[in-house]
């Protein structure tokens, strides 16, 4: 026997249960290791992108320049090729998480891009701190001629896209 007050009138009461309610949001799944995948994707493989692209944009260009003819460079087409479809990999990686294609293309393109631009000893400084090689001066062609800041901003882009489809199929 309950001394409870109330307890005589238990049975008179009928409690919900609220967990089958549909007003009940269900939570997000989290997805911490789609967004670190995504991330160290993006800020590893977008530099390796680009130094291909840079390296291999240059050969082919000293190559036609040097020679003034149309012969072509195996190694600077496979460079290219080998560069774009790493960046193609890093913009893929926004299926995953939008991070990936976003830190990448900030850091690599946008930023270095942005300070070339309006400061161009900013893009020297930034290309001396990478060893002398024909990739660091494929970077700074790269970089002075917009190349790196079209390609950043492609991949935020990229990123961003990604973002706004998955917020629109979760809605």
Do not use: C
């Amino acid at each position: 026997m309950s001394t409870h007050r109330y307890a005589e009138y238990e049975d008179e009461y009928e409690y919900d249960d609220y967990d089958d309610t549909p007003d009940v949001l269900e939570e997000r799944p989290r997805r911490g290791v789609a967004h670190l995948v995504s991330a160290l994707g993006g800020l590893l493989l977008t530099p390796v992108a680009l130094g291909l692209l840079s390296w291999g944009g240059l050969r082919q260009q000293q190559l036609i320049q040097a020679t003034l003819s149309t012969n072509r460079d195996p190694l600077g087409i496979a460079l290219l090729a080998g560069g774009a479809i790493l960046l193609l990999l890093v913009a893929a990686l926004g299926a995953l998480s939008a991070a990936g294609p976003i830190l990448g293309g900030l850091i690599y393109g946008v930023l270095p891009g942005v300070a070339a631009m309006a400061v161009p000893e900013w893009g020297f400084k930034l290309v001396n701190l990478m060893p002398k090689s024909d990739i660091a001066y494929g970077v700074m062609d790269f970089l002075f001629i917009g190349g790196l800041l079209g390609a950043g901003f492609l991949l935020v882009g990229s990123g961003l896209a990604n973002a706004l489809v998955r917020r629109r199929r979760e809605a």
